[in-house]
């Protein structure tokens, strides 16, 4: 598997281009009653699921699994990689981009097209967006990455993170967030069947619709960087992990939300403890 690497909020790309009863305090909800919000009018009935603890001490672990830090409650890993023993288990999943250079994974219908055929990419991370129009199409890809979902409960992750929520602003207006929400909505029912919590990546514009899309809790990156941490708390109050890649961003994000939020500065890369290039600090 590829390794993910992070930072695709939007802002940041123009500007630079368990075992959950160990867990004090776990919040079981369902899709229609998610931190007090409704979930998607027309989601099937959910399981119970577990939203992670807020303010806990947080890992980023995509670019390569390794024993957490002392004190960490928390930690994201790619769906490939299995979840940590003891703690709050996040599966990454690049939901709306092909992995780079794996375009022959999907259907042809499946990626993103111009009216001339050819693919459209993201510019940043080369990666083929997925084509998520029509209905028709977001049952197809849904397909995939449920899937994918699937295979993250399966191996007992307590929530899931659907990656590049934003691709829709890489699109060249042929996607919409209309259609972003419409398909999101899809994971986050078939997520909630699964028992698993489901985290709104970056996107700081579409947080007042988690209603309607059923998203659980939010995974920010640099909304310290860009002062914009305060636009996820405003609709998912304290369940909001944030990651930082600077200095700058880490010191904002502690200075403004240390004391409510999870925060975590990692290395752009997010490579493994004891591989060249690794950071990890907290507030």
């Not at 659980?216 to 002062?227: L, R």
Request: some cysteine; aromatic content about 8%.
């Amino acid at each position: 598997m590829n390794t993910f690497l992070p930072g695709r909020s939007a802002r940041r790309l123009a500007a630079v281009a368990a075992t959950t009863a160990a867990i004090a305090g776990s919040l079981f909800l369902t899709s229609s009653a998610s931190a007090g919000t409704a979930g998607p009018a027309n989601a099937p009935k959910s399981a119970a699921v577990t939203l992670p603890p807020t303010h806990a001490n947080f890992d980023y672990q995509i670019g390569g699994a390794y024993t957490p830090p002392t004190g960490v409650k928390v930690v994201t890993r790619d769906h490939s990689a299995t979840p940590a023993p003891g703690l709050y288990n996040i599966c990454y999943v690049n939901a709306f981009q092909a992995q780079k250079g794996a375009e022959g994974d999907w259907k042809p219908g499946e990626l993103l097209r111009r009216d001339d055929g050819t693919v459209v990419y993201d510019g940043k991370w080369k990666e083929a967006l997925l084509d998520i129009r029509t209905p028709e199409k977001r049952t197809s890809v849904a397909a995939k990455v449920n899937a994918l979902i699937d295979e993250c409960a399966g191996k007992g992750f307590q929530a899931v993170e659907p990656d590049n929520y934003d691709s829709y602003t890489r699109s060249e207006d042929l996607i919409t967030a209309e259609n972003a929400k419409a398909f999101v909505t899809l994971l986050s029912a078939h997520a909630h069947q699964r028992g698993l919590a489901i985290a709104q990546k970056n996107t700081s514009e579409l947080a007042p619709d988690r209603a309607s899309t059923g998203l659980d809790f939010a995974v920010a990156e640099e909304c310290g960087q860009w002062n914009e941490c305060g636009e996820y708390t405003k609709s998912f109050g304290n369940n909001v992990i944030v990651i930082e890649y600077t200095a700058k961003g880490l010191n904002t994000a502690c200075s403004q939300w240390g004391g409510k939020l999870s925060v975590v500065r990692r290395d752009l890369n997010v490579v493994p403890a004891g591989s060249s290039g690794y950071l990890r600090k907290t507030c």
